[in-house]
């Protein structure tokens, strides 16, 4: 039998992603009364990151550990990826030593092709296309607060990048709807567009976008691996910065999200992280528990555990 991957929000049916996020509740609050949970003792997860990061790596690291399990680092300088070991053969390799593997990496190629030759579930920890990680955090924060987000608006504002993707995708396995807001050239995925169908609308006004919005989300205006285009976007992108005024056009009772790292005052104004609409914190810490209810899906625990 195959391992089970999850590249992308659409390889689980939306009743699975729904009792992830409410598993990713359950093991939030077994954490929070300090109750021990151990179902992955003696599993390990071995980590890849060729792009660098602060949240996938505890969360993930964390999460193991928390699930009674170990985590492995690499970077493309601890293994022979970084000198030029096909993909595929890596992903035999390692598939015969650990229990899943996590990548963090810039082509979305990478994570199908090495998910082709592995032998365990492989984990999307972010691709330039997709971060189905951090939606599935986000779609727990705003069940928390706010219950279901079926049939509920959300409004996404900048870029069109792996994040909105994600978001599109979301739209599609939560039902709900989606504005999106970016400047003309910088839009999503098209093949993603048509597949949502009215679920999801364009705007190039953010003002519009976000009116009867229940969420708004945004993120970095230039992506790792955009480091030459930084002034052309902050140029093209200053009118689509987020603030109080924004989020003051949307529901009364809206959210406010960002998957971290934030730039204050680019896509976000100086003070909006401190805005009580904000659940930015939640949402971080939320990666962990979602990850967790993940790991707990798709690792078989070892035997007589």
């Known amino acids: ?3 089970r991957h999850f590249l992308s929000l659409m390889d689980c049916t939306p009743q699975e992603l729904d009792a992830l996020i409410r598993r990713g509740i359950e093991l939030k609050e077994l954490r929070e009364r300090g109750v021990l949970f151990e179902p992955l003792k003696n599993r390990i997860l071995g980590m890849i990151f060729e792009k660098a990061s602060t949240r996938t790596r505890l969360s993930f690291e964390a999460g193991m550990i928390q699930l009674g399990g170990q985590a492995i680092f690499l970077s493309p300088r601890d293994s022979q990826l970084g000198r030029g070991e096909p993909l595929g053969d890596t992903a035999i390799v390692m598939s015969r030593m650990l229990d899943a593997v996590m990548i963090r990496t810039f082509s979305h190629s990478t994570l199908t092709e090495f998910a082709a030759h592995s032998q365990v579930p492989v984990i999307n920890g972010l691709s330039d296309d997709l971060h189905p990680c951090q939606v599935l955090a986000d779609m727990q924060t705003f ?130 992280l401190d805005d009580p609409r904000s659940v930015a914190w939640d949402q971080a810490e939320n990666r962990l528990h979602a990850q967790k209810a993940l790991l707990e899906f798709l690792v078989k625990p070892a035997l007589g555990s």
């Open 143 to 272: 069940l928390e607060h706010r219950g279901s987000i079926t049939g509920k608006t959300m409004a996404w504002i900048g870029d069109g990048n792996n994040m909105c993707n994600t978001y599109i995708e979301a739209a599609i396995q939560f039902d709900f709807h989606l504005h999106i807001a970016c400047p003309t050239g910088y839009g999503p995925k098209a093949s993603l567009l048509a597949q949502a169908g009215n679920r999801v609308k364009i705007f190039t006004d953010p003002n519009a976008a976000v009116a009867g919005a229940h969420l708004i989300s945004t993120d970095v205006w230039t992506s790792m691996g955009q480091e030459d285009e930084v002034q052309a976007r902050l140029a093209l992108f200053r009118p689509y910065q987020v603030n109080q005024a924004l989020l003051d056009r949307a529901e009364k009772d809206v959210l406010f999200m960002h998957c971290l790292p934030a730039h204050r005052g680019e896509e976000i104004s100086e003070d909006l």
């Open 1 to 3: 039998m195959s391992a």
